[in-house]
């Protein structure tokens, strides 16, 4: 069900800051954890993704950690760009993806 | 070329009306997926189909139906357009038991 909770649900960042979104969930069993980016008028996107075998992914700004002890994910992105604006969704994985309304990271040029 | 397609992309219709929305997918994907995204931009799930089974958002009111005629098609028909329903519709699809959704670039409803 709808049981991952993503912080903060606004985000403003100075443009080569780094950002970092959150996401806590309840499912032990949870064993996917992607993020989506969302840009204004486009589709979501799957831009990473982690699986419950690996503490952490990177790929070139962006990376996921896993802490499955204390059941948190986070996206973290470094030397932010005006590009980055979007929407990001930390979904709750199962039978079917549960998105919320993400977080809305601003890049202030 | 593209993944996921939706038709229309925008959908202008009176209250009462009746409307489809087609998708379609190339990537040989299993199951498919109905999403609803509000103006606040909250994304909800409204179904997910395979070939064996139909799981429905209970919040969904029956005025909305999937019908797949097969594996690479879900297109959503709506009864009894209401205003509450203008929002973008996502359809999505991916292979149940491997990695993420693919979107398609979504269609959007305006009910007036």
């Known amino acids: 069900g709808e049981n991952v909770e993503q912080h903060p649900s606004t985000l403003s960042v100075q443009e080569g800051d780094s950002a970092v979104i959150k996401c806590t969930y309840s499912?032990?069993?949870?064993?996917?954890f992607p993020w989506y980016k969302q840009e204004l008028g486009k589709r979501p996107q799957l831009i990473i993704d982690?699986?419950?075998?690996?503490g952490e992914k990177k790929d070139q700004r962006i990376a996921v950690t896993l802490n499955k002890t204390a059941k948190h994910f986070s996206l973290h992105i470094t030397e932010t760009q005006p590009e980055d604006s979007a929407v990001y969704f930390c979904p709750n994985t199962g039978n079917q993806f549960y998105f919320g309304t993400g977080t809305s990271l601003t890049v202030i040029p | 070329d593209t993944a996921v397609s939706q038709t229309p992309k925008y959908l202008v219709t009176q209250m009462g009306n009746d409307k489809s929305i087609k998708c379609e997918q190339n990537?040989?994907?299993?199951?498919m997926y109905w999403y609803k995204q509000d103006s606040k931009k909250f994304l909800k799930i409204m179904f997910s189909?395979?070939?064996?089974?139909?799981?429905i958002n209970e919040t969904v009111p029956n005025r909305f139906s999937p019908k797949s005629p097969d594996k690479a098609h879900l297109n959503l028909h709506i009864n009894s357009l209401e205003l509450g329903d203008s929002a973008v519709y996502f359809c999505a699809s991916s292979q149940r038991d491997t990695s993420g959704y693919t979107f398609g670039s979504g269609t959007r409803l305006t009910v007036v």
């Open positions: 499912d032990s069993a949870s064993n996917y």
């Open positions: 982690i699986r419950s075998n690996v």
């Open positions: 189909y395979n070939n064996k089974e139909l799981i």
């Open positions: 990537l040989g994907h299993d199951t």
